[in-house]
């Protein structure tokens, strides 16, 4: 059985992106990532996105595009789905995360992506520089 991990990519004003920094475990604690995480069983993962960032980071997020298809996560059966987003209502905080950091263009690998999120990073820069 696959795992459905969801992530936002959320993108702000100057084509800012939010990267969260993990606290937990301790194998990925520091690393950077788009915040998100597991869909609940009954639960779309668009519903999952939206709830991950309420819980995460405090705020209500607008869902657009998909970004990909299945991004691998190096955890046998697991899989990531990322979609660009934006905040509707409320200001990012690090609830579960260490800190948060937008980035702008030209900082976007100024932080230690996760091994599964550099590729989705890369994938971002490229859609953010077609605009």
Do not use: N
């Not at 990925?28 to 939206?50: M, N, Q």
């Not at 030209?106 to 605009?131: I, N, R």
Request: charged share 25%; aromatic share 6%; net charge negative.
């Amino acid at each position: 059985m696959t795992v459905i991990v969801v992530a936002a990519v959320i993108i702000g004003p100057g084509r800012r992106v939010l990267a969260a920094q993990r606290a937990e475990p301790a194998a990925l604690r520091g690393g950077w990532e788009f915040p998100g995480g597991k869909v609940d069983p009954g639960e779309s993962e668009i519903e999952a996105l939206v709830r991950e960032c309420r819980e995460e980071l405090g705020v209500e997020i607008e869902v657009g595009a998909r970004v990909g298809a299945d991004w691998p996560l190096g955890t046998e059966g697991y899989v990531m789905r990322a979609w660009l987003a934006g905040v509707l209502s409320g200001t990012p905080q690090p609830r579960e995360h260490l800190a948060l950091r937008w980035l702008a263009p030209g900082e976007y690998y100024d932080v230690a992506w996760l091994k599964a999120d550099l590729p989705l990073m890369e994938a971002v820069e490229k859609l953010l520089v077609q605009d």
